[in-house]
């Protein structure tokens, strides 16, 4: 799966933030949390914290609050979406989720730090900027639903849904906001490097889960099992957890060489190309698994 001639293999592009950065960056965000009455766990807000900051190395701590914030909004919003038994109770939530202007007596606490995050961006985006981040966000929140009440018409459609409601595409807008470079959303490389990135780490998210859950005797309700779920639709017949584990790492080998090679050297990367990179190496490296 390690292409030796690839810009990923060839830098260490990944740069572990010094302590000071970190206790910095985590007393601000217990600041902001506490002022929209959220609570997070020492633990899960360091490890958040030190993830964003190796995402984007390169930015003052203070540019940092909306990226954590939103971290920490994906984390929460997927364990509650997990948690959740009855899909139309989830489909109204997220529905109210979606209204960035809602009034007040919000129940939800993760329903408050989108909006404390939305207000975040708000400062630091133009109006087509958030416009952008917000339908991102949507959309994060469509595929979450999605992916826990509906099961996938194929393959293909499954992983065209897993990136999203791991909140990829959300993070990179974000990202583009924060280093000022949202036309390279547009362009047509963004969209093949965010596929075969996404592709690369949502199955390599399915697969570590699996093998987590699986240790844990909880895999028949896996998340993971989507990839089977998926893989059963598209073929018509049951297709054992064996055989399903290989196709996936066939896959993730397939979607890593094709990300190696479309990123190029690094000297020409963009300075997108440098957050996706980065993403994926995140994955690649296990260091967000």
Known sequence: MHDSNSGLEQH?????????????????????????????????????????????????????VPAVMQAIWVYRTDALVDRCTACRDLERRLRMWQAPTAGDGLTDPEHRLL????????????????????????????????????AAASYLGYLAMRPVAQAIPLTISLAAILYDCSPQLEQARTAELLWWAGCYMGLSNDLASYQRELAEGVAATANARGVLDALTTQNGSPIDAQATEALVRSDMETAWNQLTTTLGPRESWRTIDEVIARFAHLLHSGAAQ
């Open 115 to 150: 909006r404390g995050l939305y207000g975040e961006v708000a400062t630091r985006a133009s109006s087509v900027q958030l416009a952008g981040w917000w339908a991102a966000a949507c959309q994060f929140l469509d595929a979450q639903l999605a992916q826990r009440c509906t």
């Open 12 to 64: 260490p592009i990944l740069l572990s933030p010094s302590p000071e950065e970190i206790a910095q960056l985590t007393t601000t965000m217990r600041r902001h949390l506490t002022r929209i009455g959220l609570s997070v766990e020492e633990r899960q807000l360091h490890m958040l914290t030190t993830l964003t900051r190796i995402l984007m190395p390169d930015l003052p701590l203070d540019a940092l």
